[in-house]
């Protein structure tokens, strides 16, 4: 989002799109056994949304009323000021996208979203409850990154839909649920650090249907979920007062003429029902006409060549004469191939 661009209260942001990424954490181990939390008890998020009560639900309760009223609630807040304060990486070819997966330190999201503080607002189903958690809006198929280092828990189901747990050590653990999609090669057990890509945000679980957002909860040492809209706020906070010494590396980097390499592509799960959606990368042509469609296009190819039987097109062509192509084509069109269809016609 560019400075002066304002974000709704009532509505989403606009979409970002997910093809660039960040450095990959090293690779994760197998997958193990689930994670459980130090009293050797499985880790529970509890998948909380926004639900209508049915006509014979009665009033919310008086208790859960003077409980939520007893919250102190700070003003709502979004990254229009952290995206404002990336912004000159522009100079140096960083999209918004590449700055917000850089620079956003350890907050959740990484783009244009916005949140209040909802923790403890009225919740239905089954029955009235509170919310436990901050819900951050974003457009669907926006990055999701880990707030901390640690090991993920990956869930599909329930009220949360699709979620990740990063867990700490000492048990410590977010919950980030209604995702989209897991990132790719993401396996259960997988060792992550803070800012790596596990998710992309959606409306999965009995969020379906509502604006795309993830619900974001805290569990200290994996006991009870506490208010997390001062840590979220904290993260922005922190993120914006190191901008300026990110945004100096550039200036030093291009004062010695040495290059700071973009970070490498995100990847959406590649099937099934994690797959993160194609709209997030049609929308990436609309805002970028060349690396957005690029990458529209590259992964069109490789859905493409994942769909043909390779084996039974190298029989139909054993025997025939292979055209020797100029060197500089091959020069040209290397980048542009995807892996998958690379490795197949090679």
Known sequence: MSPGITLPADQPPPPAPVSPGITLAPPPPPPGAALAGPDGKPLQGSGDDTGEPPADAGPFPDHLRRQMNSVR?????????????????????????????????????????????????????????????????????TPVRAPSD????????????????????????WYLAHLSGIAEGLVEGATVTVGQVVGFVGDSGNARGGSPHVHAEFHPRG?????????????????????????????DAAAVGENIPAPPPVEPAGSGPLEAPRAALLYASAMSPSGGALALAEAEAARVAGSLDWTVLRTQSAGRPTTVTDPRVSTWLGPLTPAALAAAID
């Open 73 to 141: 609630r700070s003003g709502p807040n979004d990254t229009s000021a952290l995206i404002a304060a990336l912004a000159p990486l522009g100079d140096f070819g960083v999209s918004p996208e590449e700055a917000a997966l850089i620079g956003f330190g350890r907050f959740p999201v990484a783009g244009p979203a916005r949140y209040s503080h909802d923790w403890w607002f009225p919740r239905f189903g089954p029955g009235w409850r509170l919310h436990m958690g901050t819900d951050i809006f974003a457009a669907m198929g």
């Open 223 to 251: 006991g009870g979920a506490v208010d997390p809209k001062g840590i979220l706020d904290g993260m922005l906070e922190e993120a914006e007062l190191q901008a300026s010494a990110l945004v100096q590396r550039y200036v």
């Open 150 to 173: 640690g090991r993920v828990r990956l869930t599909n189901g329930g009220l949360g839909g699709i979620a990740v747990y990063v867990v700490e050590p000492d048990g410590t653990f």
